[in-house]
């Protein structure tokens, strides 16, 4: 009997407060099992998912060719170490850069910051020669909690208590191409950023903000690198957000998705730049593992055969007629921000309420920036799950109206 199964929620919850640190605001609710969109709490209780794993959850809980593949793999070898080769990771890379526009190649790495971090350390290896160093970023983006992705993210709030951040970072409005350009100079090594901003509230890029920023960067001979932890992996309709732009990057983050919910963390760099990180510059134990490795490979095969890219897109075309209706009859919604199955609905009021309220109602969905609720379902959600779990929003969010 697992162990998760042998206690209460509320006894849980007990042993949380007295051995787990409290640095997560958690809903008391205990959970022990998936299946695609829903999941079960100890007491047996259903809950309807649009926020899988914080967006890990791509196809769900625990989807089938996954669960599978790590089965198997881990009966067979669960890691070594980069000393050596192994199959899954190298047949993983080539997945990942026959699905790029430009043949890149990967490093392998456990989470999105560390995928961060990597991009950094990669745009200043690069730079390095000619002396550029610095990294822009944009205000209201999020690249992750350790002290270099940190610092790219351009959010006092998350800065607050454990200043000083690290030198050489340069924060400009997302959107703003002019004070893009304004901030280049030439100790400038990348310009980095989400092409579609995630916690910071689903911002779509305005139009031509990407071509522009790409443009600039040739001309100032610096490195573009898009962090696509959220976006990528199929989250909105193509294999990565830069490719509804045609944009091609530098460099650009995976993680959350990748692996379909094992942790797991890349960049994708053109070959060019990928070779600046050589033996001894970066690494990873537990990086590119075959267990994560070959979940991930299980994850792109589902993506493939489910056609789940185009499922994406359907989901959001759903969520955005359903919220863009729903605008129109309650005055708490005041923007639908919708890119494949990345979903932002901007509230006249403060979203957490709404959240515990959805959740008493069998309903997880994420609240961002105090006033966005962010979804972020699994692709392959039925229309039925998104039509019962609209309609659990619609009565909590007409309920609170005014
Ligand atoms: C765009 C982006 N980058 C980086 C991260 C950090 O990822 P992780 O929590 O896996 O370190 C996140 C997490 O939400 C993210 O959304």
Redesign the pocket.
Known sequence: MPATDTHTSDEIIALAKRYVIGNYTRYPVCLVRGEGSWVWDAEGNRYLDFFPG??CGILGHCPPRVVEAVREQVGQLIHVPNSWYTEPQVLLAQALSERTDFGGASFFCN??????EAAIKLARLHGKPKGRYKVITTTGG????TMG?LTATAQPKYHAGVEPMLPGFTYVPFGDLDAAAKAVDAETAAILL?PIQ??GGINLPPAGYLEGLRALCDSAGILLVF?E??TGLGRTGKWFAQQHWGVVPDIF?L??ALAGGIAM?AIVAKPEVGEKLKPGTHAATFGGNPVAARAALATIETIEADGLLDRATQVGERFAARFHALKAECPLILDVRVKGAMIGVELAVEGAPVVQACVQKGLLVNCTHQTVLRLLPAINVADEQIDEGCDTLAEVLMAMAP
Do not use: I, L, N
């Not at 989470?111 to 961060?116: D, I, K, L, M, P």
């Not at 999020?142 to 909690?145: A, K, S, T």
């Open positions: 914080w967006g989470s999105g910051t560390e995928a961060v999020f690249h992750g909690r992705a989400e995630g916690e962090d932890v959220q983050t993680a959350k963390g």
